[in-house]
């Protein structure tokens, strides 16, 4: 298992974490995501997934949502 955590910012609401978890989840290998929202600031998401995915695509999955990561740590 490989783990993935996602600095993303411009979350302010439950909509949001809605958003950005269903978009990664949509990346073929994810097995979940658990995203803390830090409204206002910056929120993080923890992605877990069978094979390393690339910190780029993951973040064309939060751009998708409408987000930016910010960094990610592997």
């Known amino acids: ?6 600095n993303i910012s411009g979350m302010t609401c439950g909509h949001c974490v809605m958003s950005v978890t269903e978009e990664l989840k ?3 290998g994810v097995n979940d ?6 409204a206002g600031g910056v929120s993080t998401a923890t992605v ?4 390393a ?3 780029a695509e993951l973040g064309e999955a939060v751009a998708e949502a409408g987000y930016t990561v910010v960094g990610a740590e592997a």
């Open 1 to 6: 298992m490989e783990t993935t955590t996602l």
């Open 26 to 28: 949509a990346i073929n």
């Open 33 to 38: 995501v658990q995203v803390d929202l830090n």
């Open 48 to 51: 877990t997934s069978d094979r």
């Open 53 to 55: 995915i690339a910190p």
